[in-house]
């Protein structure tokens, strides 16, 4: 589908998060965690407004482009003319999250098969790898509620999320917050990780479980294992990545 341009129409500032955030789009089809047009990443657009921008509902996430996305305000009025509409259960869930966390630069949710495999445990994650103990210190979880259309639902996401950067929604999937598009998508990396290879190792007998005591500071380690650098550690390469397979992201 022919979609214009918006590269002269918005700021300099939307027009690079457009294109970051298409960029994630990209990378989570590309990763395997898209669940066909379902499941949303939404990103807050720099400046005093409250607007931010969603995926254009119909679009499969491999098929979306700076341009195509909705620039919708905090009542998901759009602000800049689409022909595509925007998923009111992933406008519920994710304007009240930007609402709440004025940090909260991104939010991406998956519904992909070891997130709700795990979110269906009744322990939810385990302390069983590396992986989760990046996650573990900073994870929440929200009981399922059924498919979240209804606005009285708000105020418990919200409370249950609290300052969290990890939610697990009980029976329905896993989602992040990263105050930059390059921080959701490596929370989002290590929490699908160590969802599966949770579910791997309980295929495969019993299960040892992590020292509770190497889950404190865990905030200090990673600042140190990735250099000081966070995700941009890993965020260039990505694009890099994505730039050999595809670059029409960027339109």
Same mark, same amino acid.
Request: proline share 6%; aromatic share 8%; with cysteine.
């Given at each position: 589908?022919? *979609?214009?341009? @918006?590269k !002269?129409?918005?700021?300099a500032?939307e027009?690079?998060?457009?294109?970051?955030l298409?960029?994630c789009?990209?990378?989570?089809a590309?990763?395997?965690?898209?669940?066909?047009? +379902?499941t949303h *990443?939404s990103a807050?657009? =720099? %400046? =005093?407004?409250?607007h931010? &921008?969603i995926?254009?509902?119909g @679009?499969m996430f #491999?098929?979306?482009?700076?341009?195509s996305?909705v620039?919708? #305000?905090q009542?998901?009025?759009k602000?800049i003319d689409?022909?595509?509409?925007?998923?009111?259960a992933?406008f519920?869930?994710h304007?009240?999250i930007?609402e709440?966390r004025?940090?909260?630069g991104?939010?991406l949710?998956t519904?992909?098969?070891? %997130?709700?495999?795990?979110s269906a445990?009744?322990?939810?994650?385990l302390?069983i790898?590396?992986?989760?103990?990046?996650?573990? =210190? +900073?994870l929440?979880y /929200?009981?399922y509620e059924g498919?979240a259309?209804?606005?009285?639902?708000? =105020?418990?996401? !919200?409370?249950?999320?609290g300052r969290?950067?990890f939610?697990?929604l009980?029976? /329905?999937? @896993?989602l992040v917050v %990263?105050?930059? *598009?390059?921080?959701?998508?490596?929370?989002?990396y290590?929490?699908?990780?160590?969802?599966?290879?949770?579910?791997?190792?309980?295929? %495969?007998?019993e299960?040892?479980?992590?020292?509770?005591?190497i &889950?404190e500071?865990m905030e200090?380690? @990673?600042?140190?294992?990735?250099a000081?650098?966070?995700?941009? *550690?890993?965020?260039p390469a990505l694009?890099r990545k994505? #730039?050999r397979?595809?670059?029409?992201?960027k339109?």
């Open positions: 589908m022919e *979609i214009a341009s @918006l !002269q129409v918005v700021s500032e027009w690079q998060t457009r294109v970051a298409a960029a789009y990209r990378l989570v590309m990763y395997g965690w898209s669940d066909l047009v +379902f *990443i807050r657009i =720099p %400046g =005093p407004d409250h931010f &921008l995926n254009p509902y @679009l #491999d098929e979306i482009t700076a341009s996305l620039k919708v #305000d009542q998901c009025n602000l689409s022909p595509f509409p925007v998923n009111p992933g519920v869930i304007s009240c930007h709440a004025e940090d909260a991104c939010v949710h519904h992909s098969r070891a %997130g709700v495999a795990v445990q009744k322990n939810g994650l302390p790898s590396q992986q989760s103990t990046v996650i573990l =210190p +900073f929440a /929200h009981d498919i259309l209804r606005d009285e639902e708000k =105020p418990r996401l !919200q409370k249950d999320l969290a950067n939610l697990m009980r029976n /329905h999937g @896993l %990263g105050q930059t *598009i390059p921080d959701a998508f490596l929370n989002m290590f929490f699908e990780n160590a969802c599966r290879i949770q579910l791997d190792a309980q295929a %495969g007998g299960l040892t479980m992590v020292d509770p005591r &889950l500071g200090q380690v @990673l600042r140190k294992g990735s000081g650098q966070g995700s941009m *550690i890993a965020w694009i994505l #730039d397979a595809d670059p029409s992201y339109t």
